[in-house]
Structures are given as structure tokens and as C-alpha cells.
């Protein structure tokens, strides 16, 4: 069962969005163009409350893109993005969503992030993703979506976890910080994460 995971592919993260990722419109086509290739077709939306730890604007004299510490644990903070039922929350309007079987939110816990489409950032919570697509039967899953280096890799490294082959599309994502990304690439390497292309489908 070949199955593509789409990430956050949400106006905020779009240029003129909230939280942009540079050309992060480019891979809406990339991802239309693909989704009949596969059997299943899922998604991820980040979803905050207005509330939610990740905004600076929650932690006073703080500013976006500041690190802080939360229960530990370190959290960058976002300027605010996609929350909860605003136009930023929204699919890119031209992103084809006809094939989709669910969609999977993330980000709901005003306490704690979650950047994987899977579990949050403390691994304490599981979005119920891995017992889906495992009741689905799926064995080889594709991901691809926003930003390419935070979200879209810590899916990826979650489902390697979780023992499902994984394909990383790099042309239908594109990264918030292209630098890190390239860091990123090569650990994905090392562990199996197999770097393809849509053309490669
Ligand atoms: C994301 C930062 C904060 C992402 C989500 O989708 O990559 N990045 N929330
Ligand atoms: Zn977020």
C-alpha cells in the first residue's frame, strides 16, 4: 500500500502567510500532479489554539525565533500561525484534496508543540497516525509538504521509528532554513530515509 503523507501545506506557511516558507507555494502543483499515483492520500494540518506556548506573543518580552525552555525541553518561538479555524489555518486554496481518506491535526495542546505528524515534540501524545496507516496496511509511505526542515523531517523520522519505509519528496517540500535542511539530508541518509524525487514515483 503506497501512501503519501501531506504535511502542513497550509496559507500560513505560504508567501504573505504568517510564518513563510520561502516558495512554499512552488510544490502546490508538484503535489497535485502526483496524488493519483498512490493508493492512499492523508494529511497533516497544524492546528493551535490562539493561546498555544509556540508564539512569542504568549511569553512576554520575548520575540519570534527567540529558543526558550519548556518543561525541559527546548521550543523555538513562531510568530503566531495557523490557528484554529482562521484563513492562515486553511490548505493553499489550489491544493487538490479530493483523494484524501483523513486528516490528522497536530499542534492542539496548548501546553506543547508537535512538529511530527505523529507524536509531539516530548513524544508524550500520539496523534493516532501510526495505528491508522498500520490498520491500512500501508508499508511504504512518501512525504512531502511544510517546512521541509522541521515539520516534514520530524514526520519522516517518526514514521522511520515506527518501521515504515520512507520516501522523502524534495521537490513537492521546501524548507524554512535551506541550510539546516541540507544538514538534515544526510542524517536522513544514514538512517534510511531514502531522498527521492516526484519524478522517481
Ligand atoms: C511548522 C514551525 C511551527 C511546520 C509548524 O509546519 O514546519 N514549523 N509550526
Ligand atoms: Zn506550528
Not at 487538490?96 to 515534540?121: C, H, L, M, P, Q
Not at 508524550?124 to 495505528?131: A, F, H, M, P, R
Not at 521546501?174 to 544514514?190: A, G, V
Request: with cysteine; net charge negative; charged share 25%.
Amino acid at each position: 500500500m503506497k501512501t503519501l503523507l501531506i504535511i502542513d501545506v497550509q496559507n500560513d506557511f505560504m508567501p504573505g502567510g504568517s510564518l513563510p516558507v520561502p516558495d512554499g507555494d512552488k510544490i502546490v502543483p508538484i503535489i497535485n500532479s502526483m496524488q493519483h499515483k498512490f493508493d492512499l492520500v492523508v494529511a497533516a494540518l497544524d492546528w493551535h489554539p490562539q493561546d498555544h506556548v509556540s508564539f512569542a506573543s504568549n511569553h512576554e518580552g520575548k520575540s519570534s525565533f527567540d529558543e526558550i525552555e519548556i518543561q525541559g525541553e527546548s521550543q523555538t518561538l513562531w510568530p503566531h500561525h495557523c490557528v484554529q479555524g482562521t484563513e492562515g489555518a486553511k490548505f493553499h486554496r489550489d491544493l487538490n484534496t479530493n483523494k484524501w481518506e483523513a486528516v490528522f491535526r497536530k499542534g492542539t495542546d496548548k501546553e506543547i508543540d508537535s512538529y511530527s505528524a505523529f507524536y509531539d515534540n516530548g513524544h508524550l501524545k500520539s496523534t493516532g497516525l501510526t495505528g491508522y496507516l498500520k490498520d491500512k496496511g500501508v508499508s511504504q509511505l512518501f512525504l512531502c509538504g511544510l517546512a521541509a526542515d522541521i515539520c516534514v523531517y520530524f514526520s519522516a523520522y517518526d514514521a522511520f521509528k515506527e518501521g515504515f519505509a520512507c520516501f522523502f519528496i524534495e521537490d513537492a517540500s521546501q524548507p524554512l532554513d535551506p541550510k539546516k535542511f541540507q544538514e538534515l539530508k544526510k542524517k536522513m541518509n544514514y538512517l534510511g530515509i531514502q531522498i527521492i524525487s516526484s519524478e522517481d514515483i
